[in-house]
């Protein structure tokens, strides 16, 4: 369980640093209200955003080696590539690709389970 908190986490915290890039009312409001607004700047945004995808994608990948099925951590990097392209091409394709790396990290929670209940 501690793994999949861990993926979720930076996943959402990526989710976040996205709204924040994409101008979010409610993320930007969030940041200015504890204090933070200096973060609403891309050039603090940006690699934020960037660090906590490969937070993610880091994350998915230890765990999906630790029990050898790999799929969801592929399908997880496709995801995580389309989330920074979609800033400059379709925001919707930002919310897209994190909505399949938060996927893949409960898909790979799953085969995680499965790995540890099944017989060896």
């Given at each position: 369980?501690k793994?999949?908190?861990?993926?979720?986490?930076?996943?959402?915290?990526a989710?976040?640093a996205?709204?924040?890039?994409?101008?979010v009312?409610?993320?930007l409001?969030?940041?200015?209200?504890i204090?933070?607004?200096?973060?609403?700047?891309?050039?603090?945004?940006?690699?934020?955003?960037?660090?906590?995808?490969g937070?993610?994608?880091?994350?998915?990948?230890?765990?999906?080696?630790?029990?050898?099925?790999?799929?969801?951590?592929?399908?997880?990097?496709?995801?995580?590539v389309v989330a920074?392209?979609?800033?400059?091409?379709?925001?919707?394709?930002?919310?897209?690709?994190?909505?399949?790396?938060?996927?893949?990290?409960v898909?790979?929670?799953?085969?995680?389970?499965?790995?540890?209940?099944?017989?060896?």
């Amino acid at each position: 369980m501690k793994e999949l908190v861990k993926q979720c986490t930076s996943s959402a915290g990526a989710v976040f640093a996205g709204a924040c890039c994409l101008g979010v009312t409610a993320a930007l409001s969030v940041l200015a209200a504890i204090g933070a607004g200096f973060l609403i700047n891309d050039l603090f945004l940006f690699p934020l955003y960037f660090g906590l995808l490969g937070l993610s994608v880091w994350l998915l990948y230890s765990s999906a080696r630790s029990h050898g099925y790999l799929t969801p951590f592929w399908a997880g990097l496709a995801g995580a590539v389309v989330a920074p392209a979609g800033l400059w091409i379709l925001p919707a394709l930002v919310y897209a690709g994190l909505a399949v790396l938060i996927g893949t990290s409960v898909w790979d929670f799953w085969n995680m389970r499965s790995a540890r209940t099944s017989p060896r």
